[in-house]
Each structure stands twice: as structure tokens, then as C-alpha cells.
């Protein structure tokens, strides 16, 4: 009651809350008294405008009855009157902020329903706002994106009208696809495929066959010329001034393939093959395809010649597409272009027959080549719409002909009954073949003939067909993939194209973007694998052709890649890493199939070659300077860590310039050439890393030499270590930001643990561990007790800056601890890059030749392997140790030294408990066994890892007395297994021990010198083996 | 998007919110006309406003991505077009933190590390359902290198300063010459120039719902 009265009368003065009834209805009353636009009530307008916003949103929130109302006075066409006088960016700015605040937040269906219901919608869409200012184009095209979103099944009927085929939504927003706001762009093309998502068949249909061959080809278009400036960019930039536009550019086609991509992905049947066509026709075969051939394609007159791209940016183009576009009658067709076309597709009716047959045998009447529309967008749409009122029944009905409204609009008459134009059409092409190629070989003419032939009886498969016919597709080539091979190369320009811009003799260039495409293709799901079989993977039947060629593989192309390993392994190849590890992961793709490679002798011998070459290489490099160490678990761990990705690769614009040594520019590594010594000993390392790594592929052989460090015998943080039989020395570590914490240092073979004790005696919990082979310690100047200890994080972590692991002051309870702390730690660094050292020389073939000579009990047993030459570096190395430390200065080296001499008084001053103990079991031992750790060493495997779970058993801990003391408490091992092996080669060795004791010259100092080696099981059986062939030697 | 009018020369670029409740936070703060009250929950998906930095006028324009993550097309060209990026959670929903890393990491893949990005937890006013804590925002901010703030949409809190702080980073960067204003000088007219190639992201759904603020 009260309600109907304030219907009427409310309204003509301003009520409180701004958020009611009342309120609406006076800033109805506003409107309509300010129907016309001026100078004086602009500002009054808007701020109604903004007030409806705010108010109907409230209600659709709040109360159902302020839509009712808005509704029932039609506000919405004051919104349209005021839009239609030249009422300013001012007004119509709010207007359309207003209408964007209305769709965007209504949460009630049916209030959505009621405001589309009129059709005032779709006259704010059609008219024509003032674009030139942007930021009324801004509102107006996110109003659109905005309404896009709220399509779906019921909402479409709004928007698309199927009785005048009117869809203004769609067909306004394409006109800014090319618009020059990339916002504008993003926000039409998500308006697109928003609308394509729409399960609705005849608005897909109107879609189809009135806008779809329009919008292609202009957005085909788009990108061409795109594609050529990227192609004017690489041209003019040879050195790298531009880098920021090339990056656009590059980044702009990926986009424009994402979007394609988008759309094929929706798997519309209709709109697919009308993209595809064009795609095709207009750009992918003319422009991109046909410049991998150019100067053959086009020798005359450059005046009238297509244009055309480097093949380089061809090739990284075509890289991209089969990287990202996955539609198999795409890909597949374009696939097959590339590798089995033959020059003949040159002239253009063959081109289009090529296609269409290639595609799926369906006839296309789109003009091959890449050509600018005959008309704008706007035109055509206009054009074709016109008509569509006319020829609805025509066009709507006949499914079979996508592309029917391009012709069409470009020869500006309608043609009655697309099926017969079309034959007609084609008929007519085929006669301009037949002159156009007079000059053409009795054999070409077949070939085109039954190209022809071809074309007619598959009239129209269905999308679900198409795979199965290009599958069978008979094309030139015979049924089988492969056999193209066998045909002289020549004969097909794209493919030999392809295959000559593997020559890296001068530089990797195109080589690169080759690799990349092979790769691409073989990577790609769409690409039918009976096309692939021979020339990207192993043939699959034996008795299929290429056993004809007696290779189960496409040897052409391996050929070539082992050239380029060959020439990458020379020092001063123009190679870069990328194009290496590129060629080797293709040249395993070709000839692995599961593990087996069914590489010839002569290629694998080549290989092996290459990596005889790559070691010998590096080996100059093999120095015992400590960088050396670092470079090369650096550049395995990156090797390991980053394995190239091919996608990201052609996402980089940089490789699009020619190869550059330079690191200015700012490219990585791996895809410039070295410079500098540095960068040189880098190379060498990786190339000798990949090229190592692929002959072990190709042998099937495991990996047993890297990584250097294995990490599964390394102790990690919170492991609980038994800590019986090791030294720990207490000290206080002071961070830097002044906490302080107490904590047992142990020094492990390659590692250092900080532990904590925990409540079971003897046991500890590791804190933080860090690699000897990575700390820093240096002495306090005013503290005597103080170390500053800096734990560099290791490499293979991957932390990209490298902060510290621990950077902290270590403060011992007295000078003679801190002394020895800082020898341990010294030595036990020392030791551990030594240790790595050794794994290198080995991996290199280096004669065991210690770089620096306290490793000598490393390499003790090997050295002992070879001749009384050895023993003499030996000593010399004894020698060399002693000057070593000498020109240390290390404070306390005496202390140092007298250890050496006699190793038990220094244990004793540290722990004397223990290393009485250890000293008795030593003299248990009878002398002869020549490796045993030194008490304060402790070997990594003295320290049993245990979880805190299981570490409460007693027995348990029975089971982890360290293993020094097994040979004196031997029923302990029977609790052990892991011990067993131990156990078992320490029995082995025993005899063994004693043979060798004559030769070993003075067995404290021995003893004293393998100390330090870890004395691991399978690790035992290598010495016993060396040992064996020592014996023989004496 | 970003405009800044100076000498004849007018700059874009562009930049999103993503995550939750950001439409509420880009209405409010370029439509400060609009009052939040506790039963109006109402947002936008682009804005625009002119603001002043170092005495020059800059036009801001602000697109929002919701709506368009099925479409991998959609947000690889949002995050390249966009000069600074503005990643929103809800402080109330520990969820909506937790997916911070998968944005980040697919904004920082599409886009050049040029890219401002802001880190804001939204709906600070609801200090009672707190779930994630300021601390944790600060750390993470800390951790990647980005500007964090805590805001309230409901009470405007901070939302000014979230967006004029990223603007004017923006605007250093470009005054340092990171950003290279003058890169898309030829070929197509791009009206006034674009800056760099970065966007921001998406989340998941904006919250339709009674979410935001």
C-alpha cells in the first residue's frame, strides 16, 4: 500500500539514505527531467549515472524491488538518449562505467535477464562511441569483455539474434583486432573466445559462415606483418641494439600462436577448419614454409617476388608453431609440406591443391599466398552481413563450405549455390594448372593428377576422419613415412633446407633453429607418427621401407648431427652448448627406441671419437687450482639441473641474433661462445659432460663417476648421529646477529656437522652441515680461541645467489682447541677437494697424478698400480707437503707436524679417553692392516645415521659401534648387516694387507697417511683389486 | 595501464590485480564516490584515475584478469602488457596465501623482471578472522622481492597508497630507463607507447560471492 503510493510520488526530492527505493526513484525523476544533455546538468547527469549504479546493485543485493522499479520505467533507454546526443567522454565515460558496474556485479539471474531482456543492450553496443578517445575506448571495450563473461546457453539469445542473424556483440568487438592498445587486443580476444565456448550451433554457424573467413584472414594478416617486421628487426640489428623490440616482437607472435591455439583447442569442428585454411593458405605454406627455400622458390625479379623472411626467422618461427599449435589437421598437414613437399609446390595452383589435399582432401577456394585481405574487417563484415539477411537459407545450410563468404565478399556478388561455384571455381583452377604448367615433366603431371583425383572422392570427412586420412594419406610419397629418404634430398627443398642448415662449419646459427624444429615436429602430439618413423624416431617394422635403406634410422640426419658433435668438441668450434645439447638429445631420439640404440659402428665410433677428443681437451684445464674443482660441479650440477628446455629456448629472442662471444650483451652462456680462459675451461667441461653423457646413453651404460659427491652417504640436518668413537670439539657459535649457541664440531670426511647432544648419551642430532670442500676459516686477530668459520652453500643446491650457509664466530674453550679446529678444518677441506680431484682425473683418463701431493693416500693404491716412477713422486710429494706447510704458516703447524710424526700424543691432548682405547685396538690389530682411520679423522661411516625413531634400542646401538672397532668386537657385527659387506672385504683384505706390507715402506706413516681415506665397501674391492695388480708389479 | 603525460609524451602501462577481492579494491579506488558500506559488496574490472607523482600527471589504467584463466592465450598477453602487477590475498582465507607462489611464479615466467609487483592482503579491517598473520605476508614479500601492504577495501585503508606505491615505483623504473619507453616506436601505430612486457595475474575466482571487503 505504502509501497504503490511512493511509486508515484516519491522521488522529487533527495532522500537520506542513498541506498533505497526512495532514492531511485528521485534520480528517476532527475533523468527525466534532464533528458537533454548540457553544458550545465553534465555534472548532475553523472553523478545520477553513478548513483543508479550504485543503487541497483544495493538492490539486487538487498531488495528485489529497486530492480522491479528500474525495469518498469525503462531506465535504460534514458541511458541510450543521453549516449545519443554528443554528450562527451565525460558523460558517456560514466555511462559506460555504470553499465560495466551493472553486469559485473549482479549476482541474481533473473535481475541479468530483465536488463538484456530489451534489446537496449545491444543499441549501446552498435553505437558509435568516440574511439579516438582512449579512454572511452578503454571502458567501452572492457563493457564488452565484461557481457562476454555472462554468456552461456540461455544468455547467447540475448546477444545473437538467429531470425535477422545479428550478433553485435561478436561482430563489433572484432573491429579492434588489430586495434593499437594491446589491452584492446587481450580484451577482444578474450571476448572471442569467450563467445566461441558457447555450446550454441547456430550462432557458431552464423559465426562460421559470416564472420569466420573475414576475421581469419585479417587476423592472418596481423600476424604476417608482424612476422615481417620481426624479420626487418633481425635484419637491421646485427648488433643486438634493439634487443627490446626483437623481445616484443617475438613475444607478440607467441601470443598470436596462443590465441590461435586457444581457439583450435576449443575443438569447434566448423571454426577449426575455416583457421586451419587460412592458415594454410595464407600464411603458414606461403610465407613461413616457402622461405626455407627462397632463392630457388623465387629466382626472377625481386620487383614482383612474395614477400618473405630470412630462413632463419623461418625456421625459429616454425619452431614456435609446432611447439605450441597441437591441431592435428594443422600439423600434420604442414608437417607433411615440409618434409615430403617437392619444388613443385612452387607454382600456386599446386600449392593450394598440395593443401588441401594434404589437409584432408577437401577443397579450399582460398587464393594460397600471403596477400592482404581484399577488404577491412569492417568492410567485410558489413558486407557479409548485408548479404546474410538476403541468402540466410543459402549460407546457414550449407554446412559443407566454411569459407563460402570470403569469395564472396571479394567478388562482391552473391553466388547462388555454393556447391556448384566452388567446383566451378576449382574447375577452372585445374585448367589454369594444366597451362600454367606446360612446361612441367610427364612425371609432375601425374603427380598432379593424381593429386586430383585424390581430391574428389574424399568429398568431406568429418573432423574424426581426418587423422585416419592423412594417416593413409597417400600424398606423393608412398604410403610409409620413410621412403622419402630413399629420393634424392634435392628434390624436396623444404627438408634439405632444413637438413644443410645443420652445417655448423662456419657458425650454429640456423643450425640452432633446425634442431629446434626437428625437435618441435618430433615433440609434437599432432603430428601423425607414421610421418615421423625413420626420420625424427627408429623405424618401428623392420620390413617396412627404410630397411630397404638398411638402417632403421634416417641416416642423412645423424650423419649431420654427429658432424656437429664432431666439430663442437674442437676448442675453437663456433658451437654453442645449446646447439650441442640439442643435437645430442635429437641424435638419442632418432636412434634410441626404449634403451636400445640401434646407432651404426661408424657413427657410435665417431661419437666415441668425439669423446676421447672432449676429454683430451679438457684435460689441459685439469689443474690443481681449486677454481677448477668449482667449475666443474657447477657446470654439471647445471647441466643436471637445468636441462634445456626447447620451448622456453624459442621463447628467447636473443638466439634470433647471430651468435655472439661477447657476455655484454647480457645473453647466457650457453647460448653465446666463450670468452675468456674462464668461459673456454667452462665449455670444455660441459661439452665433455654431454658428450660423455650421450656415449653412456648409447651404450646403455649406468652412470657410476658423477656426481662427485654422493649425496645418499651424506649426513643430513636432523639425522641422529652416533657420535661414540668421534671427536667432537665443544664450541660457542656467535651469528652475526649476536645469538649464540653451543655446539659439537665433527669433522667428517666431506663434511662439517655441527651437533647438538641429545638426552641418550653419545648421541647427537646434526644442526647444520656443511661441505669441507666449501668452507672458508680464517683466525681471529684478537681472540685467540675465535675462528671465523664461512660456509659457502654448496652448488648443487641451486640457490641462485649464494648466500652463505653459515657465516658465524666459533669460539673454542681455549687456544690449543681452536688450533686444532682450525687444522682439521683446513686439512679435512683440502682433503675432500683432493679426493674430488682424483674422481675427475680418473673420469678424464689422467694418469693418477696427485695436483697437489698430500693427497698422495688418496691415490695411494692406484699410484701403487703403476711403476717404481710413482713411488718416487711420492716422495717428492712427502717433500712438498712438508713446504706446504711451511709456506702456510699455519699458526700451530708445528703442532701439525709433530702429529704426523707421532700421531698418538695429539690424539691423547684431545680426547684421551678414546684415543687410548683406539690405540689399544690398534695394537690388537696386528700392524699389517694399512688402512685405518685415524681416531680424530672420523670416517664418514663411523658416524651410523639413525632415525630418532629406532635409535632407542639398545640393540640398536650395538649395531652402530663404528666400524674401527668391528675387527676387535667382532660379534657385534653379527647384529649389523650393513656392516656385513664391510666385514666380509675386511676379511678379504687381510691377506691381502699382509702381501702388500713389504711394499709399502713404513707403515706408521702409512697408516697415518690413509687415514683420511674413506674406506667405503665398494671401495675396498677397487683397492683389493689395485693391490692385486701391485703384487704383480713387485 | 599507466599514462604519464610529459612533454608532448604520453607513456602506458599497464597493470592487474589479481587474487581476491580485488574488483572491490579497484572500485574503490578509482571511484572514490562510491562509499563502502557493509551491505554493498560492489567492484570493477578496469578503472582509471589520474594521479600526481613528483608533480606530473599520470594516468593509471587498471585492468583486472578475473575470468580469463581457462585461456592460456589471455594471461601470458595480460602479464607482458602490464608495466607493475598488484597481487591480492585474503587475510581471512589461508588458502588464498597459499596459491601466492603459484601466481608469482607463472607472473614472474610470462612476464620481465622488470615488473612491479605488489603483494597485498586484503580485508585487513577483519582483524577478528585473521588467519594469516601480517608477518607472514611481510616475510614472503621479503622473500621475492616484492612491495607489501596490508589493506581494507571496506575501510579504504591503505588502498590509496597500495596503488600510488606501485605507480611510483613504476614510475622510477621508467625514470632509470628500465623500462624502455620507446620500444614500440615503429610499425603499427601504438598510440601513446607501451612499456614493457609484464602482466600480473589471475587467481582464482575473484570472489563473486560475498567475499570481498
Known amino acids: 500500500m505504502f509501497r504503490s503510493r511512493s511509486w508515484f510520488g516519491g522521488g522529487l526530492w533527495k532522500p537520506k539514505n542513498p541506498h533505497s527505493l526512495e532514492h531511485l526513484k528521485y534520480l528517476y525523476n532527475v533523468l527525466s527531467k534532464n533528458q537533454t544533455v548540457s553544458e550545465s546538468n553534465r555534472g548532475l547527469l553523472v553523478e545520477t549515472l553513478r548513483s543508479i549504479a550504485e543503487i541497483l546493485i544495493w538492490g539486487d543485493q538487498n531488495d528485489s524491488s529497486v530492480f522491479d522499479f528500474f525495469l518498469e520505467k ?115 580476444r578474450t571476448l572471442t573466445l569467450n563467445v566461441y565456448r558457447v555450446e550454441d550451433r547456430s550462432m557458431l554457424r552464423f559465426i562460421r559462415d559470416r564472420t569466420a573467413a573475414p576475421y581469419f584472414s585479417n587476423l592472418v594478416w596481423f600476424i604476417g606483418n608482424h612476422v615481417l617486421e620481426l624479420d626487418a628487426c633481425v635484419r637491421n640489428d646485427a648488433d643486438h641494439q634493439s634487443k627490446n623490440r626483437l623481445a616484443d616482437l617475438v613475444a607478440e607472435h607467441l601470443d598470436h600462436l596462443h590465441y590461435l591455439n586457444d581457439i583450435l583447442c576449443l575443438d569447434i569442428p566448423d571454426l577449426n577448419q575455416v583457421l586451419t585454411d587460412h592458415l594454410l593458405n595464407k600464411l603458414l605454406v606461403p610465407l613461413y614454409v616457402f622461405s626455407l627455400d627462397r632463392q630457388r622458390a623465387r629466382p626472377s625479379s625481386p620487383k614482383n617476388s612474395p614477400p618473405y623472411v630470412s630462413s632463419v626467422v623461418s625456421l625459429f618461427l616454425l619452431s614456435q608453431v609446432f611447439l605450441i599449435l597441437t591441431h592435428a589437421p594443422l600439423v600434420d598437414t604442414l608437417a607433411k609440406i615440409i618434409l615430403h613437399a617437392d619444388r613443385q609446390i612452387f607454382s600456386n595452383s599446386a600449392t593450394q591443391d598440395k593443401i588441401v589435399l594434404l589437409q584432408q582432401g577437401k577443397p579450399s577456394i582460398i587464393q594460397p599466398g600471403f596477400l592482404p585481405p581484399s577488404e577491412s574487417l569492417e568492410k567485410s563484415l558489413e558486407t557479409s552481413l548485408d548479404l546474410s539477411s538476403r541468402s540466410m537459407s543459402v549460407g546457414s545450410s550449407d554446412l559443407a563450405s566454411p ?51 585424390q581430391s574428389e572422392p574424399s568429398a568431406c570427412p568429418s573432423d574424426g576422419e581426418i587423422k585416419a586420412t592423412s594417416n593413409e594419406g597417400p600424398m606423393l610419397l608412398s604410403p610409409e613415412g620413410p621412403v622419402p629418404l630413399a629420393q634424392p634430398l634435392s628434390s624436396q627443398p623444404f627438408i634439405e633446407s632444413v637438413y644443410n642448415a645443420l652445417n655448423c662449419q662456419e657458425n650454429d646459427y640456423a643450425a640452432l633453429f633446425s634442431l629446434c624444429l626437428l625437435y618441435a615436429l618430433g615433440k609434437n602430439k599432432g603430428v601423425s607418427g607414421v610421418l615421423l618413423h625413420g626420420v625424427l624416431f627408429p623405424c618401428l617394422r623392420p620390413d617396412a621401407p627404410c630397411s630397404l635403406l638398411s638402417n632403421r634410422y634416417n641416416v642423412p640426419l645423424v650423419e649431420r648431427l654427429v658432424a656437429i658433435i664432431t666439430l663442437s668438441v674442437q676448442p675453437s668450434a663456433k658451437v654453442r652448448l645449446v646447439t650441442l645439447e640439442l643435437t645430442i638429445r635429437l641424435l638419442s631420439q632418432i636412434v634410441m627406441l626404449g634403451t636400445s640404440s640401434y646407432l651404426q659402428d661408424g657413427h657410435l665410433a665417431a661419437i666415441e671419437g668425439a669423446k676421447e677428443e672432449s676429454s683430451s681437451n679438457l684435460r689441459p684445464f685439469y689443474k690443481s687450482e681449486e677454481i677448477f674443482l668449482d667449475m666443474f660441479e657447477d657446470e654439471y650440477h647445471e647441466l643436471k639441473k637445468r636441462p634445456l628446455n626447447v620451448e622456453w629456448l624459442t621463447m628467447d629472442s636473443n638466439v634470433l641474433l647471430p651468435p ?48 662427485l659427491t654422493d649425496s645418499t652417504s651424506c649426513v643430513q640436518v636432523d639425522h641422529v648421529l652416533n657420535l661414540n668413537n668421534s671427536d667432537l670439539i665443544g664450541c660457542s657459535v656467535v651469528m652475526k646477529d649476536g645469538s649464540r649457541v653451543h655446539r659439537f664440531l665433527v669433522i667428517d670426511v666431506i663434511q662439517l656437522i655441527l651437533v647438538e647432544p641429545t638426552r641418550r648419551l653419545g648421541y647427537g642430532v646434526a644442526k647444520l652441515v656443511g661441505f669441507l670442500q666449501d668452507i672458508e676459516v680464517t683466525g681471529d686477530k684478537d681472540d685467540s680461541r675465535c675462528l671465523h668459520i664461512t660456509i659457502h652453500q654448496p652448488l648443487s643446491s641451486g640457490a641462485s645467489k649464494r648466500v652463505p650457509l653459515l657465516a658465524a664466530k666459533f669460539i673454542f674453550d681455549d687456544h690449543i682447541r681452536c688450533m686444532a679446529a682450525k687444522q682439521r678444518l683446513n686439512k679435512g677441506r683440502k682433503v675432500a677437494r683432493q679426493k674430488k680431484m682424483a674422481q675427475i682425473a680418473r673420469l678424464l683418463d689422467i694418469p693418477a697424478q696427485p695436483p697437489n701431493p698430500s693427497s698422495a693416500y688418496n691415490l695411494l693404491t692406484a699410484r701403487r698400480q703403476e711403476s717404481a716412477l710413482r713411488g718416487a713422486v711420492r716422495i717428492a710429494g712427502g717433500r712438498d707437503q712438508r713446504q706446504l706447510y711451511n709456506a702456510q704458516k699455519l699458526p700451530g703447524h708445528a703442532a701439525a707436524l709433530r702429529r704426523e710424526s707421532t700421531p698418538s700424543p695429539t690424539n691423547s691432548s684431545k680426547s684421551p679417553d678414546r684415543a687410548r682405547t683406539r690405540d689399544s685396538s690398534r695394537s690388537r690389530e696386528a700392524s699389517p692392516k694399512p688402512v685405518r682411520p685415524r681416531s680424530e679423522e672420523i670416517p664418514l661411516e663411523d658416524i651410523a645415521k639413525v632415525k630418532d625413531q629406532d635409535a632407542s634400542s639398545s640393540k640398536d646401538n650395538s649395531s652402530l659401534l663404528p666400524i674401527p672397532s668391528t675387527s676387535s668386537v667382532p660379534n657385534t657385527i653379527n647384529n649389523s648387516p650393513s656392516h656385513m659387506s664391510y666385514q666380509a672385504s675386511n676379511v678379504n683384505d687381510s691377506p691381502l694387507g699382509e702381501s702388500s706390507t713389504p711394499t709399502s715402506g713404513s707403515p706408521p706413516k702409512q697408516s697415518e697417511e690413509t687415514s683420511f681415506t674413506r674406506r667405503a665397501p665398494q671401495r675396498s674391492d677397487r683397492c683389493e683389486q689395485r693391490r692385486r695388480g701391485q703384487v704383480e708389479t713387485v | ?190 598510440g601513446p607507447q607501451h612499456s614493457p612486457t609484464n602482466p600480473s595475474l589471475p587467481s582464482n575466482n575473484p570472489q563473486p560471492g560475498g567475499g570481498c571487503c
Not at chain 1, 647480457?666 to 656415449?695: Q, T, W
Not at chain 2, 607513456?11 to 579494491?25: N, P, Q, R, T
Open chain 1, 74 to 188: 525503462n531506465m535504460l533507454s534514458f541511458f541510450l538518449k543521453i549516449m545519443k546526443q554528443k554528450c562527451g567522454s565525460y558523460v558517456c565515460v560514466q555511462l559506460l562505467q555504470t553499465l560495466n558496474i551493472l553486469f559485473e556485479n549482479i549476482r541474481n539471474e533473473t535481475s541479468l535477464y530483465y536488463l538484456l531482456s530489451n534489446n537496449h543492450v545491444n543499441s549501446i553496443i552498435v553505437h558509435k562511441f568516440d574511439f579516438s578517445d582512449e579512454e572511452v575506448m578503454a571502458y567501452y571495450i572492457s563493457f564488452l569483455k565484461t557481457l562476454s563473461l555472462k554468456l552461456n546457453g540461455h544468455t547467447i539469445h540475448f546477444f545473437y539474434n538467429e531470425h535477422t542473424n545479428d550478433f553485435p556483440l561478436y561482430t563489433e568487438a572484432i573491429k579492434f583486432f588489430n586495434h593499437s592498445e594491446s589491452m584492446v587486443r587481450i580484451a577482444v
Open chain 1, 403 to 453: 569459407c563460402t563468404s570470403e569469395p564472396r565478399s571479394r567478388q562482391g556478388s552473391l553466388e547462388e549455390g555454393i556447391n556448384t561455384a566452388t567446383r566451378s571455381f576449382k574447375g577452372s583452377l585445374d585448367k589454369d594448372t594444366e597451362e600454367t604448367n606446360l612446361n612441367i615433366t610427364d612425371e609432375e603431371k601425374h603427380m598432379l593428377k593424381v593429386l586430383e583425383c
Open chain 1, 660 to 707: 655472439t662471444g661477447t657476455p655484454l650483451t647480457g645473453i647466457e652462456f650457453g647460448k653465446r661462445l666463450p670468452c675468456g680462459d674462464v668461459e673456454r675451461a667452462r665449455r670444455a667441461i660441459r661439452v665433455f659432460l654431454m658428450v660423455r653423457d650421450l656415449s653412456l646413453t648409447l651404450g646403455v651404460e649406468e652412470e657410476r663417476s658423477l656426481p
Open chain 2, 1 to 190: 595501464m599507466f599514462e604519464i603525460e610529459q612533454q608532448n609524451q604520453s607513456i602506458h602501462d599497464c597493470f592487474f590485480v589479481s587474487g581476491v577481492g580485488k574488483s572491490c579494491l579497484l572500485l574503490q579506488f578509482t571511484d572514490k564516490r562510491f562509499q563502502p558500506v557493509h551491505d554493498l559488496t560492489i567492484g570493477v574490472e578496469f578503472g582509471a584515475r589520474m594521479i600526481t607523482i613528483d608533480g606530473k600527471q599520470i594516468k593509471l589504467q587498471i585492468w583486472d584478469t578475473a575470468g580469463q584463466e581457462a585461456f592460456r592465450s589471455i594471461t601470458r598477453s595480460y602479464y607482458r602488457g602490464a608495466a607493475g602487477a598488484l597481487l591480492v590475498y585474503d587475510i581471512t582465507r589461508r588458502e588464498t596465501f597459499n596459491h601466492l607462489t603459484t601466481w608469482l611464479e607463472d607472473a614472474r615466467q610470462h612476464s620481465n623482471s622488470n615488473m612491479v609487483i605488489m603483494l597485498i592482503g586484503n580485508k585487513s579491517d577483519l582483524e577478528t578472522r585473521r588467519e594469516v598473520k601480517k608477518e607472514e605476508g611481510e616475510a614472503f614479500a621479503h622473500e621475492h622481492g616484492l612491495i607489501f601492504m596490508e589493506t581494507s577495501a571496506k575501510t579504504a585503508a591503505n588502498v590509496e597508497e597500495a596503488f600510488i606505491n606501485t605507480a611510483k615505483e613504476i614510475y622510477e623504473k621508467i625514470q632509470e630507463g628500465v623500462f624502455d619507453i620507446n620500444n614500440e616506436a615503429n610499425g603499427i601505430k601504438i
